[in-house]
């Protein structure tokens, strides 16, 4: 898979599950390195505690990338919930889900080993 294929991929699939809950406000930000990429998706819905942890688990999920060709083509088929999520977790390096203001950042990593996901972050306001 290509590396724009498996972006728009990921872009899709996150987009797609923000976008069930109809947000008045959705940002996506994109920042690509050379072996590796930081995806951040922001909303402004309301979540729960519990909603957010169960997010976290199925973006964390066991890792597969010998299998994330076929996972890609996936994407765009009626999955809903957590399976998109899980979808997207087993193509990922890590991911992580806060509480923003008025709704949440799901911050999605993907990238080799030597990729440093501490410089791809978008700072939060003190």
Same mark, same amino acid.
């Given at each position: 898979?290509?590396?724009?294929? !498996?972006? %728009?991929?990921? /872009?899709?699939?996150?987009?797609?599950?923000?976008? @069930?809950?109809?947000? =008045?406000?959705?940002? *996506?930000?994109?920042?690509?390195?050379?072996?590796? !990429?930081? %995806?951040?998706? /922001?909303?402004?819905?309301?979540?729960?505690?519990? @909603?957010?942890?169960? =997010?976290?688990?199925? *973006?964390?999920?066991?890792?597969?990338?010998?299998?994330?060709?076929?996972?890609?083509?996936?994407?765009?088929?009626?999955?809903?919930?957590?399976?998109?999520?899980?979808?997207?977790?087993?193509?990922?390096?890590?991911?992580?889900?806060?509480?923003?203001?008025?709704?949440?950042?799901?911050?999605?990593?993907?990238?080799?080993?030597?990729?440093?996901?501490?410089?791809?972050?978008?700072?939060?306001?003190?």
């Amino acid at each position: 898979m290509k590396r724009k294929d !498996l972006i %728009l991929n990921l /872009i899709s699939e996150i987009s797609s599950y923000i976008l @069930e809950e109809d947000p =008045m406000r959705m940002v *996506l930000s994109l920042h690509q390195e050379e072996d590796g !990429l930081h %995806l951040a998706v /922001i909303d402004d819905n309301e979540h729960s505690d519990e @909603e957010i942890q169960k =997010m976290e688990r199925a *973006l964390n999920s066991q890792k597969r990338p010998e299998l994330a060709g076929y996972y890609g083509a996936m994407t765009g088929h009626d999955l809903l919930g957590s399976s998109r999520l899980n979808l997207l977790g087993w193509q990922i390096k890590h991911s992580d889900v806060t509480r923003t203001g008025s709704g949440i950042k799901i911050d999605l990593w993907l990238g080799g080993d030597r990729f440093d996901s501490r410089q791809f972050t978008i700072p939060d306001k003190k």
